[in-house]
């Protein structure tokens, strides 16, 4: 059972909306209704669509078949766009293959999408989708550099690969090696490289794998860019089935890379899915990609390679050799252990062709013998020792010609049963007849063939050093084309058909005398202009008469057509054409004729409405489309042509060129100011070609005025600048020009004014005296502020007054890390106001002056710490002050000055004079010291040398003492002294070495006065080795039930408890304490029961015979609560007996004093529960449980949560 669920896609209103699962993976179905009438059902896809990769240009289509009772009606849409225009889109049904066709011809790139189609009828609705991907023109093998056209096809994917389709393939120069060559190289196993180079004729092997290695550098290092790892390259090679392939391993970076197939640099189509019809199909498996080609034809050799994006991975050569069967392999039918033989001969000398058993393919081993006859026509497969399982069919292909038969293995009737029987002697199978006699005639005939051959180019030899050279034609230089101008008209052009011979292969430029008749320039197809005058030549080696036809009949001058001969030629002059000059013209002396067509027409002509409207300019802004038509009458053999400033567009990128039978359309997308420019169309037919030009104007906002900025004049109260219109005006006039201005060192630009567009200078009056200011100009039109122009170094208003030395600089303090200095301001500050000081230094010994700050970073103190300075290293100082217009003059240098500490008596930081250490441990002492010089360090121990087994560690600035192990021996005052040239210090630090105490000895107690309890100890084993312990004693009563400590700090053995009160129970623990810590507790026996108190009288009568104890019983019990949801709860209730009684909580009879969400406590006998926020889950019955000695007693109550 599938899961139901309601949709509301594909549903009207009232219907119910049930997903169903397809046999068809991909295809979505929705079933209208919960349970479909008898012999009725939902639509379904029997065959879905192909997701399809396909040329622009080429005929897409996609192939569905659908099921369903009542029969569905099918329909398409894609998701971005409509399918509605029947000129692109076409919908078609084959009722005999009940197949729906949706097809695309001249395909676009922006029909690129993907595609739904919908089966639907009264019971449900079958969807499927299917992506179209199309590739664009520019896609293919990289073109010859067009500078011009980079502008207008944007974005073009070009192939790194060298080798080019035949249309774009130029020339090679003599000796240049074709690129294909290094093409298979690259893809190629070491062992096929002598093959490869005999092929294309390279002998230089050191040179091939020196540039070979070099190539290969630079293809991995492209091939990383797309595929982590590419191995397993298998050449392509014809299969068993009739169909070739070639595959690879790749392991692609991004899985949604493009990979691209293209033969002899033209891109071809293929599809990825199985069972698909196209000839080109890709097969992956992993990491695997196998392509496969069928439907094998002699077309079909060439260069495969196969590109990821824009780099080859693999390359490889199909041949396919001239041979076919002249013999084709026969049924064998064999006994079992008996050979058989398959045999056949070839048209043509074949060295291997390739075997396949039941589509595996078969190499010479111990199983199959395959021999090849000396004249490599006669080629045999020989299956050794067959067997049961050997039966299936075999098949051989040489080329992509292939032949298979049956192997038939018979059971051996005269084998004995469980008994294998020996191997035969005798073979079965053979084609029957005598190859050898076949083999033989077919050699001879190709031996005569090419003795005929070579015969026809001895002749053809001969007969050319026998003829007298001709003599030389005189030459016409040919007239550079005129570029067309709008609206006016090309001649038409006159070709000239090349001289066959019989062989069918072109002969030399060059005509020789013979002594027989013939025709030396003979007729041509010739395109003529209606109501022009046309005119047919042929001329003859000798002179001879000729007869001229019209579409097979004779003609004779008159009625517009004039017939002259004039030596060896003959002419025949039409007046004026018109359409029934048009025909098949024949020129016939003898034996000899030539015929040529005369096809009459006009050339390509404008409405000139048309042409007016279309030569006024197109004016749009930056990032808008610019679009451009032109209609024009329907013509055959219409070529229509657009251009931008003289070169060609191409469709594609920001392109978009629509073609019509009647008009065509130019479509710039986000156009730029480089887009600008002079925009032409051209209709081309064989009769000639005119044109009609616009203007597209691309408006923006200026470019920046044209630099540098000159300075004209700069006094102490103004400056004066002058620039240069810019050379992009964005399309528009400039208006006018703003100026603004920045005072050096800072960060603000403020506007100074603007000036009219015939200006190009400014006068600053606003300035101060020896200050500096940057300038910048920005030119504005109607669209806009265009980028500024920026002086390129500060303008000082009037000339630079720099400012006189300060103070020599004097040394405040020196240390090992920082100089601190100080100096007087200049006594002259020349008018012109110190914004700030420059410190040099220079190091002792040198010459080199280093400043310690930017002149933009001035020091605005009279005093400045350095501290890039060397420990030990001598400088002397110099200062300068700093104006508006630069660093004045330098000061006297300061003394010679050593980077380092001054003298100082020793003195400690901050030491602790105390140290508890636990015994076993390791102890450190880590003392920092200040002095200078550095001191001499001493330790003592109680005023005595250290022992040897503690380590001292002395380092700059810090002294450590190790004790590695201490003992409690090691507790004493330890002494640290440090002494240099200018005093002494000493310090005293107490390290006490001591241990967790051990519990005191038994605890005892004694009443000796009424409500006063004397407690008394053993000491405790550590109390003589340490004389920092201590005791604390702690005390519990029965009343409170809580521990707390009572005395601290003693230093006895005793301890007097008072306010002790009769009928509660006391316990006492007596802990030792010391630097580390308590010790276990002693405990003391419980004090209320014991002998040793004082009988307590009251008025002469003894309380021995009173008594206080009683059963538990409840003085209030507990009542009924019923709070809301999450509200707080408090619920009492009062106990009373002697001895005090223990109190517990019950909910539904389960003890909660434990439970953590209940907050209980005993005061007295006042039992009381606590809930912060009451839960459903709290309500039930309560009950208290009160026990001691003597008996017990209980109360209840219910709880009742209101939600």
């Known amino acids: 059972m599938f899961r139901k669920s309601v949709v509301t896609d594909g549903t009207a209103t009232g219907q119910v909306g049930i997903k169903k699962k397809s046999k068809v993976p991909g295809v979505m179905i929705t079933q209208f209704i919960e349970t479909l009438p008898e012999g009725m059902s939902h639509p379904d896809f029997t065959r879905k669509p192909i997701a399809l990769t396909i040329q622009e240009g080429k005929f897409a289509f996609f192939k569905a078949k659908v099921i369903g009772e009542p029969k569905p009606a099918v329909k398409w849409s894609r998701n971005n766009g409509d399918v509605s225009d029947t000129a692109r889109y076409q919908t078609k049904y084959d009722p005999n293959s009940d197949e729906h066709t949706f097809e695309m011809p001249n395909v676009m790139p922006d029909q690129a999408d993907t595609y739904k189609c919908f089966a639907t009828n009264e019971f449900g609705q079958a969807t499927v989708t299917v992506v179209l991907n199309v590739i664009e023109v520019g896609y293919k093998k990289n073109k010859a550099p067009q500078p011009a056209a980079e502008t207008i096809n944007k974005t073009v994917l070009k192939r790194k690969s060298k080798i080019r389709p035949k249309s774009e393939q130029t020339e090679r120069k003599e000796g240049e090696i074709d690129p294909k060559f290094w093409e298979l190289l690259l893809s190629a196993d070491k062992k096929d490289y002598e093959k490869i180079c005999s092929e294309f004729g390279v002998t230089d092997f050191r040179w091939m794998l020196k540039k070979l290695n070099e190539m290969k550098k630079e293809r991995e290092e492209e091939q990383a860019e797309f595929v982590k790892n590419l191995s397993n390259l298998r050449p392509i090679q014809v299969n068993a089935d009739g169909t070739a392939s070639f595959e690879l391993d790749m392991d692609l970076l991004d899985q949604s890379s493009s990979i691209f197939l293209y033969k002899d640099g033209e891109m071809i189509p293929y599809t990825k899915e199985l069972g698909d019809k196209m000839k080109h199909s890709l097969k992956t498996i992993g990491k695997k990609y196998v392509f496969s080609m069928r439907d094998l034809l002699p077309d079909d050799a060439g260069l495969y390679q196969l590109d990821v994006e824009d780099v080859n991975m693999f390359s490889t050569e199909f041949k396919i050799p001239a041979v076919d069967f002249l013999v084709k392999i026969q049924e064998v039918k064999a006994t079992e252990r008996e050979d058989a033989v398959f045999e056949c001969v070839l048209s043509n000398p074949f060295s291997k062709i390739l075997w396949f058993g039941k589509n595996l393919p078969l190499e010479q081993g111990d199983k199959y013998d395959i021999q090849v006859s000396e004249d490599k026509l006669i080629h045999r497969l020989v299956v050794k020792d067959c067997m049961v399982v050997d039966k299936g069919i075999y098949s051989c292909c040489a080329g992509i010609k292939s032949c298979n038969a049956w192997l038939i293995v018979e059971p051996d009737k005269d084998a004995q049963k469980g008994k294998k029987t020996a191997r035969k002697t005798t073979r079965a199978g053979g084609s029957g007849i005598d190859l050898q006699k076949i083999a033989e005639e077919q050699q001879n005939k190709l031996k005569k063939e090419r003795e005929e051959i070579k015969e026809q180019i001895q002749i053809a030899k001969e007969a050319a050093a026998a003829a007298p050279p001709p003599a030389p034609a005189p030459t016409k230089t040919p007239e550079a084309p005129k570029k067309p101008e709008p609206g006016k008209i090309n001649a038409p052009q006159v070709y000239q058909a090349s001289v066959q011979q019989k062989t069918g292969k072109t002969v030399s430029n060059n005509v020789y005398c013979c002594p027989d008749p013939g025709i030396t320039c003979g007729l041509s197809d010739t395109y003529c202009l209606r109501g022009k ?9 000798m002179d001879c008469e000729g007869t001229w036809f019209k579409d097979g009949e004779q003609l004779s001058s008159g009625a517009g057509v004039t017939i002259s001969k004039d030596g060896m030629d003959h002419k025949l002059m039409i007046h004026s054409c018109q359409d029934d000059d048009s025909g098949v013209y024949r ?11 005369v096809t009459v027409g006009d050339v390509p002509e404008f409405d000139p409405d048309d042409l007016h409207k279309f030569s ?21 053999s219409l070529v229509v042509s657009w251009f931008k400033d003289g070169t060609e567009i191409k469709d594609g990128g920001g392109v978009k060129i629509l073609k019509e039978p009647n008009h065509s359309r130019l479509l710039l997308r986000d156009c730029l100011r480089t887009d600008a420019g002079e925009i032409k169309i051209q209709l081309s037919n064989p009769f000639g070609s005119v044109e009609a030009t616009s203007r597209l104007i691309v408006l923006d906002r200026p470019g920046p005025p044209e630099g540098p ?5 700069s006094t102490s109260s103004m400056i004066e600048i002058q620039w240069k219109p810019p050379k992009d005006d964005g399309g528009s006039p400039v208006t006018n020009y703003i100026i603004e201005r920045q005072q050096a060192g800072q960060c603000l630009w403020s506007k100074l004014g603007d000036v009219s567009a015939d ?26 502020l265009g980028d500024p122009l920026e002086t390129a170094d500060s303008i000082m208003a009037g000339i630079m007054i720099l400012a006189g030395p300060p103070g020599a600089p004097k040394v405040v303090s020196a240390s090992k890390t920082c100089i601190n200095l100080t100096w007087t301001p200049p006594e002259d500050d020349r008018g012109v106001p110190i914004i700030g000081y420059q410190v040099e230094k220079r190091k ?16 605005k103190d009279v005093k400045y710490a350095v501290k890039d300075v060397t420990e030990g290293a001598e400088y002397e100082f110099r200062v300068s002050a700093i104006n508006e217009s630069g660093a004045g003059d330098l000061s006297p240098p300061s003394e010679m000055v050593c980077a380092k500490n001054p003298n100082m008596r020793p003195c400690f930081k901050d030491p602790e004079d105390f140290i508890v250490v636990r015994a076993g441990n390791s102890a ?35 002294s450590q003492l190790v004790i590695p192990s201490s003992k409690r021996s090691d507790s004493a005052i330890y002494t640290i002294k440090a002494r240099n040239s200018v005093g002494e210090a000493s310090f005293d630090i107490e390290v006490r070495v001591t241990d967790e105490p051990k519990t005191p000895g038994p605890v005892e107690l004694e009443q000796t006065v009424q409500g006063k309890v004397v407690v008394s100890w053993a000491p405790s084993p550590d109390q003589e080795l340490d004389d920092r312990l201590c005791y604390m004693v702690a005390q519990y009563d029965s009343d409170t039930r809580v521990w707390k400590t009572v005395a601290d700090r003693l230093f006895t053995n005793t301890y007097t408890a008072n306010n002790i009160v009769s009928g509660v129970e006391y316990h006492f623990q007596v802990y030792a304490k010391n630097d580390m810590g308590l010790s276990d507790p002693s405990l003391s026996p419980t004090w209320g029961v014991n002998s040793n108190r004082v009988q307590s009288t009251s008025n002469g009568i003894t309380s021995a015979g009173l008594s206080f104890e009683r059963p538990p019983s409840i003085l209030v019990p507990l009542k009924v609560h019923t709070p809301p949801e999450g509200y707080q709860l408090y619920m009492t209730c009062a106990v009373r007996g002697y001895p005090t009684p223990t109190v517990s909580w019950h909910l539904n009879d389960i003890c909660i004093n434990f439970d953590r969400n209940y907050y209980i406590t005993n005061s007295f006998g006042v039992c009381s529960l606590y809930i912060l926020r009451v839960r459903p889950e709290d309500s039930g019955e309560y009950r208290v449980i009160a026990v001691n000695s003597l008996g017990k007693a209980e109360c209840s109550t219910k709880l009742f949560v209101k939600s």
């Open 533 to 541: 005058p046309a005119e047919l030549s042929v001329k003859m080696n």
């Open 924 to 958: 450190r002492v880590k003392i920092l010291y200040e002095a200078e010089p550095p001191p001499e360090i001493t330790w003592l121990m109680d005023d005595e040398p250290i022992s040897p087994w503690i380590n001292i560690i002395n380092s700059e600035g810090m």
């Open 844 to 859: 002792k010994d040198t010459n080199h002056w280093i400043a310690l700050n930017a002149v933009n970073e001035p020091i």
């Open 759 to 784: 200006k190009t200078s400014f006068r600053d009056r606003n300035v101060t005296h020896g200050k500096k200011y940057n300038y910048r100009i920005s030119a504005e039109n109607p669209e806009g």
């Open 587 to 597: 020129f016939v002396s003898g034996d000899l004729s030539s015929q040529g067509k």
């Open 616 to 636: 006024k300019p197109v004016v749009i802004r930056v990032g808008q489309n610019a679009a451009f038509k032109m209609p024009f009458p329907p013509q055959e």
């Open 709 to 713: 900025v000159e300075i004209v004049e």
